[in-house]
């Protein structure tokens, strides 16, 4: 009755004209975790988490979510979730607080309840003074931590977020991702979240999918992925004059590339825990590194690597 | 069940309060049929005494009450449309159905809401014209059995614009029904009595069943025609409400489906 997991089994959805928005699309989240959903605008995303929401059927496939059948049991779905949808979908007219008291109320909880769970709430999302206010006087941050709250008045087990904090300045983001840890930490909710933001992913996720073109191109735990596909470069910066005594040191653990006209790369084929090797063997032959990097592949070189393009573009209008 | 009633009161109060807040939502609505109201009742003043074959009524004030009221509702059918439309297409009706409240809730709140504000127009045009000397002819009962019409009234025109919202999921569209209302409204007795009409409009007339409805509303309102007009009237208008109603579910169940 606790299972809180999501399940997919080759998951299809086509749109008129033969679009396949989703295409094959097979996951498995236990419950407790924090899902990253990760992909440009256009991935098929949002088809998904509203296929697992129960607000679209499948073409073909099938999906549990906490145990449950989306098409045939949606109604046991519904109470077990928790959805807070792109475009933060709250009415501009009401206020924060009749909006909690009518979300209390689609999921049969009693008047006094709603009430109760409503003002914890409010206070966690930081709204109390605004409750009175109608949302359209609300600020980006300030209606998606409302409608996080809304998902919550039912205390759901999955908790659905469809690009969470799209649009938001970095400030609002990092309260909004706090919030989602706390959660998840504080209450064991599983957190299925969808983002074109690597770094969101890299933060907040335990697990990454990552999903171009209808379907998932790699899945893991965001070092896993990175892992999967490089080593992390050590950068170091020297004096000019022992430049070639670093690369004669430097080649016995890589293949050194120069880096900018005094600095020299190598990919560390042990991985950080190469680091310390390096830099004795620099010591020993009397070369004093100014500068030392290490830098790991990004969930964009994980993207790049599994899709031949960039997701970068969407990143920086974004953020 | 219960639980039902009360998502339905929910969502009926919140589609009120929406409406309230929103003057754009509401003030047409009582606007245009009181003007026109004004516009009829002033025009045509000594119409009923002189036009052979009009039916015998205190005043032209007392004849176009129910023309104003079907009016007023009609156009808050559209409207309520428009705003159950705007819902679709701002993501607040998927909040609505990724919740378990009850499908019945769903469309139920936005045409109670709809029911709520057809008959406090219809008390409103009925204060406005009896300020102006209008009388109800039916007295008590008579007022009764007129909120009974607008009662049902309001639920077909609600289910319309409701039916509409679903199936075209654009405010824009739901809106375009507004000349269908108009066109309704116009070739019916809704402003004149068929007795005066010939020629093709009163053949459209005739088939119009808002003609039906009409004129059975105002026997209880300016004792024109009989109980049997009053009759047909009133299983007209619950004939089209459950109609409309039903349409409204069918609609409902393909856009849950997907199919929309």
């Given at each position: 009755m606790n299972d809180a997991s999501v399940e997919a089994n080759g998951l299809v959805r086509e749109f008129k004209g033969d679009v396949r928005a989703v295409d094959g699309v097979s996951l498995s989240v236990p419950a407790g975790q924090i899902y990253g959903f990760l992909g440009p605008n256009g991935a098929g995303k949002s088809t998904i988490i509203r296929i697992l929401t129960t607000l679209l059927s499948p073409t073909a496939g099938s999906a549990t979510v906490g145990g449950h059948d989306v098409v045939k049991e949606a109604d046991a779905v519904r109470h077990k979730i928790g959805v807070a949808l792109q475009d933060a979908a709250i009415d501009p007219f009401m206020t924060g607080r009749e909006l909690l008291r009518l979300q209390g109320v689609l999921h049969g909880l009693s008047r006094n309840e709603t009430r109760k769970r409503g003002e914890r709430l409010l206070e966690r999302v930081d709204l109390v003074d605004a409750a009175d206010r109608r949302v359209g006087t609300y600020s980006g941050g300030m209606r998606r931590r409302l409608d996080l709250a809304l998902a919550l008045i039912h205390e759901p087990q999955v908790l659905f977020l469809d690009e969470p904090t799209t649009g938001l300045d970095p400030i609002s983001r990092h309260t909004l991702w706090n919030e989602v840890r706390r959660l998840n930490r504080e209450t064991g909710t599983t957190v299925f979240l969808t983002t074109q933001y690597l770094e969101e992913a890299d933060e907040l996720a335990n697990r990454v999918a990552i999903i171009a073109q209808g379907r998932i191109v790699a899945d893991g735990t965001p070092t896993d992925l990175k892992a999967e596909i490089g080593q992390p470069t050590l950068s170091i910066t020297v004096s000019r004059d022992q430049l070639d005594d670093a690369r004669t040191t430097m080649a016995r653990f890589g293949a050194p590339a120069p880096n900018g006209d005094s600095g020299l790369s190598i990919q560390l084929p042990d991985g950080a825990a190469g680091v310390a090797g390096v830099v004795r063997a620099l010591d020993e032959a009397g070369v004093t590194a100014t500068g030392l990097d290490l830098s790991e592949p990004s969930l964009d070189d994980v993207f790049m690597a599994k899709t031949g393009k960039r997701m970068e573009a969407d990143e920086v209008t974004a953020s | 069940m219960n639980l039902a009633l009360r998502q339905t009161g929910a969502l009926g109060r919140r589609a009120l309060i929406r409406t309230m807040r929103v003057p754009q939502a509401w003030v047409p609505s009582l606007f245009f049929p009181l003007m026109l109201m004004a516009i009829f009742s002033g025009s045509f003043a000594q119409a009923p005494g002189m036009i052979p074959g009009f039916p015998e009524v205190a005043g032209f004030l007392d004849f176009i009450i129910a023309g104003t009221i079907l009016q007023a509702v009609l156009i808050a059918g559209t409207s309520g449309g428009a705003a159950f439309a705007a819902d679709i297409e701002g993501g607040f009706f998927d909040r609505l159905v990724s919740s378990p409240a009850s499908r019945l809730a769903l469309i139920g709140g936005r045409i109670t809401a709809n029911i709520v504000i057809g008959v406090a127009f219809a008390a409103f045009f009925i204060t406005v014209a009896m300020i102006f000397g209008a009388r109800i002819s039916g007295g008590v009962p008579g007022l009764l059995l007129t909120f009974v019409f607008t009662v049902f009234l309001a639920a077909a025109a609600g289910g319309l614009g409701v039916t509409l919202a679903l199936r075209s999921g654009s405010a824009e569209a739901a809106q375009g029904a507004f000349p269908l209302f108009f066109a309704l409204m116009f070739f019916s007795s809704a402003f004149f009595p068929r007795e005066t009409m010939d020629g093709w409009f009163k053949t459209v007339a005739d088939l119009n069943p808002v003609s039906y409805v009409v004129e059975g509303m105002r026997v209880?309102?300016?004792?024109?025609?009989d109980a049997s007009d009053a009759l047909l009237g009133l299983v007209i208008v619950i004939g089209l409400a459950a109609i409309s109603i039903v349409a409204t579910l069918r609609s409902l169940d393909r856009r849950l489906k997907g199919d929309l």
């Amino acid at each position: 009755m606790n299972d809180a997991s999501v399940e997919a089994n080759g998951l299809v959805r086509e749109f008129k004209g033969d679009v396949r928005a989703v295409d094959g699309v097979s996951l498995s989240v236990p419950a407790g975790q924090i899902y990253g959903f990760l992909g440009p605008n256009g991935a098929g995303k949002s088809t998904i988490i509203r296929i697992l929401t129960t607000l679209l059927s499948p073409t073909a496939g099938s999906a549990t979510v906490g145990g449950h059948d989306v098409v045939k049991e949606a109604d046991a779905v519904r109470h077990k979730i928790g959805v807070a949808l792109q475009d933060a979908a709250i009415d501009p007219f009401m206020t924060g607080r009749e909006l909690l008291r009518l979300q209390g109320v689609l999921h049969g909880l009693s008047r006094n309840e709603t009430r109760k769970r409503g003002e914890r709430l409010l206070e966690r999302v930081d709204l109390v003074d605004a409750a009175d206010r109608r949302v359209g006087t609300y600020s980006g941050g300030m209606r998606r931590r409302l409608d996080l709250a809304l998902a919550l008045i039912h205390e759901p087990q999955v908790l659905f977020l469809d690009e969470p904090t799209t649009g938001l300045d970095p400030i609002s983001r990092h309260t909004l991702w706090n919030e989602v840890r706390r959660l998840n930490r504080e209450t064991g909710t599983t957190v299925f979240l969808t983002t074109q933001y690597l770094e969101e992913a890299d933060e907040l996720a335990n697990r990454v999918a990552i999903i171009a073109q209808g379907r998932i191109v790699a899945d893991g735990t965001p070092t896993d992925l990175k892992a999967e596909i490089g080593q992390p470069t050590l950068s170091i910066t020297v004096s000019r004059d022992q430049l070639d005594d670093a690369r004669t040191t430097m080649a016995r653990f890589g293949a050194p590339a120069p880096n900018g006209d005094s600095g020299l790369s190598i990919q560390l084929p042990d991985g950080a825990a190469g680091v310390a090797g390096v830099v004795r063997a620099l010591d020993e032959a009397g070369v004093t590194a100014t500068g030392l990097d290490l830098s790991e592949p990004s969930l964009d070189d994980v993207f790049m690597a599994k899709t031949g393009k960039r997701m970068e573009a969407d990143e920086v209008t974004a953020s | 069940m219960n639980l039902a009633l009360r998502q339905t009161g929910a969502l009926g109060r919140r589609a009120l309060i929406r409406t309230m807040r929103v003057p754009q939502a509401w003030v047409p609505s009582l606007f245009f049929p009181l003007m026109l109201m004004a516009i009829f009742s002033g025009s045509f003043a000594q119409a009923p005494g002189m036009i052979p074959g009009f039916p015998e009524v205190a005043g032209f004030l007392d004849f176009i009450i129910a023309g104003t009221i079907l009016q007023a509702v009609l156009i808050a059918g559209t409207s309520g449309g428009a705003a159950f439309a705007a819902d679709i297409e701002g993501g607040f009706f998927d909040r609505l159905v990724s919740s378990p409240a009850s499908r019945l809730a769903l469309i139920g709140g936005r045409i109670t809401a709809n029911i709520v504000i057809g008959v406090a127009f219809a008390a409103f045009f009925i204060t406005v014209a009896m300020i102006f000397g209008a009388r109800i002819s039916g007295g008590v009962p008579g007022l009764l059995l007129t909120f009974v019409f607008t009662v049902f009234l309001a639920a077909a025109a609600g289910g319309l614009g409701v039916t509409l919202a679903l199936r075209s999921g654009s405010a824009e569209a739901a809106q375009g029904a507004f000349p269908l209302f108009f066109a309704l409204m116009f070739f019916s007795s809704a402003f004149f009595p068929r007795e005066t009409m010939d020629g093709w409009f009163k053949t459209v007339a005739d088939l119009n069943p808002v003609s039906y409805v009409v004129e059975g509303m105002r026997v209880p309102i300016a004792g024109t025609g009989d109980a049997s007009d009053a009759l047909l009237g009133l299983v007209i208008v619950i004939g089209l409400a459950a109609i409309s109603i039903v349409a409204t579910l069918r609609s409902l169940d393909r856009r849950l489906k997907g199919d929309l």
